[in-house]
């Protein structure tokens, strides 16, 4: 089987992988920093999102945020950024050529921000009307319901990333500097790079940019509490006709599973509710017609992980969609399909598996993630092979506990 080439490594403790692609003219830099609201201390969060804001607002070499802007454009460099519960992420993409100054725009960003205390109050702004945005949509408020149901109020894993914008004022430059230093040193960053690059050239590039810097603070490990869920059924009031449904299940803990088995329930997955041959769309949407849309999703909560089936239907036929969609986990858990289907289903992933690597942004930021939850990068073609390790009698001992109906928790977003 063709094995890619690609430089895995670390250099002064940042992880680092490089996948050479000829024949682009573009190059992704993936950066991953661990991170994010659910390392905040206290009943409020929200630093790292509005530190996430800022680094890219001046720096040492580009003091405002103009100069930060004309250097991008200079060089052809367009960049996003983001922050979740555990980690805060940056995309760099650029034309080959320019590399280089890339790599020098990422230390700028990552290592030598200025907080400029003017930019303060206008990203807090900015983040509270991102806030207001996302609250005043009926579902992010459901769902938000959903994760209190699944983990219990106030746990940190019922955050999202955004910060309460009255916390964020009460937030100094002084604690936001402090923030960075502690977490953004190399030790605590994955970088992943893909595009028309000579890994060679690449990785000395790195070396000098890397051992600049100093790895000179502990960073803090995540423990969280235990999840405490509470009630098996929840219903949150709209004003839709559409009852949204959203059905869940916990997964056998992360840490205890091989990634064989972690493969083994993503075919579960599939199985359940992906695409429409799966059997949650075979039997109520084109068998009963109750539906034009019903899949379902894995999740994961750092160790903890779980299986949600997402749903809308006319209100007067809620019951008969839970009652069917609770109905068909069971007896996939109970019977599995056919040899002959498995088998099939297994072949088909292997297909697209093999098709992930489609876009330079997307094997960037794939390398990046790899190495930051696996601490190895595990490309498509190994994926392939260890996915021929699958089998439905493991399937069934794995999920058999716990997808039974009893366990699943119900939340519902009605009118009614």
Known sequence: MLKTK????????????????????????????????WYEKGPNWGAFHLLEHLVSQGTNEFTTKDKVEL??????????????????????????IHIAKGLYFLNQILFHPTIPPKRIPTEISIITQEYQDKWNQPYDKFTQQVNEQ????????????LGQPEYLKSLSRDLLLKLHQQFFQPQNITIAI?????PSLVKQELKNLLKQHKNTQTIPIL????????????????HDNQAQILINWFLPNRKKMSYVDK??????????????????SKKIREELGLVYYIKSRLWTWLDISGLEIQSSVDTKNINKLIKN????????????????????????????TLMN?????????????????????????????KASLIKQKRMIKLLKNYLKPQKAYISIMTKD
């Open 223 to 238: 423990n969280p509490p235990k999840i405490k869920p509470k009630n098996h059924l929840i219903k949150y009031k709209s």
């Open 150 to 161: 699944l983990a219990g109020r106030k746990h940190i894993f019922t955050r999202d990333a």
């Open 71 to 96: 250097y991008k454009e200079k060089y052809g460099i367009s960049s996003d950024a983001w922050t979740s519960g555990k980690q805060i992420g940056f995309n760099l993409r650029l034309p080959d």
């Open 6 to 37: 690609f430089i895995q490594t670390k250099i002064n403790k940042t992880k680092v992988a490089i996948y050479p692609i000829k024949g682009v003219r573009t190059v992704t830099i993936s950066v991953l920093v661990r991170a994010g609201s």
């Open 263 to 280: 493969l083994t329930i993503n075919v579960a997955n599939n199985i359940i509710g992906v695409g429409s041959n799966s059997l949650l």
């Open 194 to 198: 893909a595009g028309n690059i000579k």
């Open 357 to 385: 690597y489609d876009s330079v942004d997307r094997i960037a930021f794939d390398l990046a993630s790899c190495l930051f939850y696996y601490n190895k990068v595990i490309i498509p073609e190994e994926q392939v092979q």
């Open 325 to 352: 969609a609770k109905l068909i986990v069971e007896e996939f858990i109970d019977k599995g399909i056919s040899n002959k289907k498995f088998n099939q289903l297994n072949k088909f992933m292997d297909m697209r």
